[in-house]
């Protein structure tokens, strides 16, 4: 920092500017709503915890965009907005804290030289006066999302996105949406299956077999986590994240993990029936998916488990008499343990879930009772919210459950038409996840109205839903795999987050979701699927 006045700078600006915003100069402290004035520099205004702004003005003489006061002053002025839209992120979308800045995207008629942007709230103002970096592409600088993070008040005070861009003298806009940025940071980490990737157990760049398990923190890059030649993935995880059953080089195993989820983590032992295994919260046991013919997901021989069996991960021993139907698909345990759903074969074929009470001291299950069915869709992949007072699952035309290969290994025709839903387990009410689908409302569906930029192409490819053992910033957190656009950058099967509600009266009988993110950290451009959300252990 150059100079400093007034009040003292809050911590936990000192603390990012000392990371990587020295060329911020702090000018002083800005009752709210008053505008910081332009130097010959960028300037900070750090604003107080008594609700002042912090103000960030990255538009003056030595602005990253190398444009002269006059250029500045015309993009900053804007014009015309025709042709000039939105991409990435959605209007109303609701960010995790602590996760990586967004990619902003847009489209336009004509490629920017310059861009102006400006993110601002009533605790928080930053405007920067950029070059995109790729064509229709800003990344926002990490810095700035840090701190934007740091000043958030979440719901109560949405951020306001401006975007204007000058093209060969002329510019165009704004466009503005809105954001919201959740309070506290998202715990925890995304493991998901992929064909494609190019990580490596060294970190750099090669290439892996057919498939791999790929681990995502906040604010961290993709971890390799398993990867082998041939199938590599079909994977389960406990909640508190400390044990992981996946297929791996023909067999079923199990892994124990650490905070640090190294490549290839320690083996616990075999585990029949690993692909797709339900573990319950501290790891302890495992539930192997029913594999009926010619519907559930498919098994690859060697650890197949064709009737529903519970085991210990320890052993890879069974559990005689837990009272589970031989027919139990893609299950899910209750953030505590006591509660157990999944699909079950004997409801239609498949078109159906059921409920269960679960002991994991007696290791049984009781209180059958079905909670949903379809006379010709496939429900699957339960997810409990952190309450258990819902379940979130996906409904579609698959009866093996899954997209089908579309995105992945360079398949672009659709897969089965499948979307997310809520199931309020009080009432047993189901209600399409809309704005998480890219529907204003439920009732859009039906005519496949989407505030989706690409629009009907984008629909009805969503997939293996997981949510987050805990609530973080007074939200649950969605994730998914998404055939969509993602910006720009093409259509891909890639790995998106929602937020979720939380009720305030234990029911769930609306929409309680909101537009979707893209998972920061992932590898773009490989087909990503089967997140499971999990903690640290």
Same mark, same amino acid.
């Given at each position: 920092m150059k100079t400093a006045r007034g009040p003292t700078i809050p911590s936990w600006l000192a603390f990012v500017l000392a990371a990587g915003c020295s060329d911020f100069q702090t000018v002083g402290t800005l009752a709210p709503d008053v505008t910081a004035p332009r130097d010959a520099g960028g300037t900070v205004d750090a604003g107080t915890d008594s609700g002042e702004q912090v103000v960030i003005d990255e538009c003056?003489? *030595?602005?990253?965009?190398?444009?002269?006061?006059? =250029?500045?002053?015309?993009?900053? $002025?804007?014009?015309?907005?025709?042709?000039?839209s939105w991409l990435y992120p959605y209007d109303g979308t609701v960010f995790p804290g602590g996760v990586g800045a967004p990619l902003l995207m847009w489209k336009s008629p004509a490629t920017a030289d310059a861009v102006y942007v400006r993110l601002q709230s009533s605790t928080f103002d930053y405007q920067g006066c950029l070059k995109p970096t790729g064509a229709g592409q800003l990344q926002l600088p990490s810095e700035?999302?840090?701190?934007?993070?740091?000043?958030? !008040?979440?719901?109560?005070?949405?951020?306001?996105?401006?975007?204007?861009?000058?093209?060969?003298?002329?510019?165009?806009?704004?466009?503005?949406?809105?954001?919201?940025?959740?309070?506290? $940071?998202?715990?925890?980490a995304v493991y998901y299956m992929t064909v494609g990737s190019k990580l490596t157990e060294s970190g750099g760049l090669g290439t892996l077999g057919e498939s791999a398990i790929i681990g995502v923190r906040p604010a961290?890059?993709?971890?390799?986590?398993?990867?082998?030649?041939?199938?590599?993935?079909?994977?389960?995880? *406990?909640?508190?994240?400390?044990?992981?059953?996946?297929?791996?080089?023909? =067999?079923? %195993?199990?892994? !124990?993990?650490? +905070?640090?989820?190294?490549?290839?983590?320690?083996?616990?032992?075999?585990?029949?029936?690993?692909?797709?295994?339900?573990?319950?919260?501290? &790891?302890?046991?495992?539930?192997?998916?029913?594999?009926?013919?010619? %519907?559930?997901?498919?098994?690859?021989?060697? *650890?197949?488990?064709?009737?529903?069996?519970?085991?210990? /991960?320890?052993?890879?021993?069974?559990?005689?008499?837990?009272?589970?139907? =031989? &027919?139990?698909?893609?299950?899910?345990? *209750?953030?505590?343990?006591?509660l157990l759903a999944f699909n079950d074969f004997a409801i239609n074929g498949g078109r159906g879930l059921a409920l269960m009470a679960f002991s994991e001291s007696a290791r049984t299950a009781s209180a059958y009772r079905q909670v949903f069915s379809d006379p010709s869709l496939y429900p699957a992949w339960p997810s409990f919210l952190p #309450?258990?007072?819902?379940?979130?699952?996906?409904?579609?035309?698959?009866? #093996?459950? $899954?997209? +089908?290969?579309?995105?992945?290994?360079?398949?672009? /025709?659709?897969?089965?038409? /499948? #979307?997310?839903?809520?199931?309020?387990?009080?009432?047993?009410?189901?209600?399409?996840?809309?704005?998480?689908?890219?529907?204003?409302?439920?009732?859009?569906?039906?005519?496949?109205?989407?505030?989706?930029?690409?629009?009907?192409?984008?629909?009805?490819?969503?997939?293996?839903? $997981?949510?987050?053992?805990? /609530?973080?910033?007074?939200?649950?957190?969605?994730?998914?795999?998404?055939?969509?656009?993602?910006?720009n950058l093409g259509l891909l099967r890639q790995i998106w987050g929602a937020a979720i509600d939380v009720s305030s009266d234990s029911s769930y009988r609306r929409d309680p979701s909101h537009p979707a993110f893209f998972l920061p950290g992932q590898e773009i451009g490989t087909g990503n699927f089967r997140p499971v959300a999990t903690l640290d252990p």
């Open positions: 003056g003489a *030595s602005n990253a965009a190398g444009l002269d006061a006059a =250029s500045v002053e015309t993009l900053m $002025t804007g014009g015309d907005t025709a042709g000039l700035i999302w840090s701190l934007a993070n740091a000043a958030t !008040a979440g719901a109560g005070d949405p951020f306001k996105l401006e975007l204007s861009v000058l093209a060969a003298g002329v510019a165009s806009g704004p466009i503005i949406e809105h954001i919201v940025i959740a309070t506290g $940071t998202l715990p925890g961290r890059s993709a971890e390799l986590i398993l990867g082998a030649s041939g199938c590599t993935g079909c994977h389960g995880l *406990s909640a508190d994240g400390s044990r992981l059953v996946a297929y791996a080089s023909g =067999s079923g %195993v199990a892994y !124990a993990l650490s +905070g640090s989820s190294a490549v290839n983590p320690p083996v616990v032992g075999p585990a029949p029936g690993a692909e797709y295994g339900a573990l319950v919260p501290d &790891g302890t046991l495992y539930l192997a998916t029913a594999h009926p013919a010619g %519907v559930g997901p498919r098994t690859y021989g060697a *650890s197949a488990a064709m009737n529903a069996t519970l085991y210990e /991960t320890a052993t890879g021993n069974p559990v005689a008499d837990a009272g589970v139907p =031989s &027919g139990a698909m893609v299950a899910a345990f *209750s953030g505590d343990a006591s #309450d258990a007072k819902a379940l979130l699952f996906s409904l579609g035309q698959g009866s #093996d459950f $899954t997209g +089908g290969g579309t995105g992945i290994s360079a398949i672009i /025709t659709p897969g089965p038409a /499948t #979307d997310l839903y809520v199931l309020d387990l009080a009432s047993q009410t189901s209600t399409l996840l809309a704005q998480a689908m890219g529907f204003a409302t439920p009732a859009d569906a039906s005519s496949n109205t989407t505030y989706l930029p690409f629009g009907a192409g984008e629909l009805h490819q969503n997939y293996s839903p $997981t949510v987050l053992p805990v /609530t973080s910033g007074g939200y649950a957190w969605l994730f998914f795999d998404s055939r969509r656009d993602y910006g």
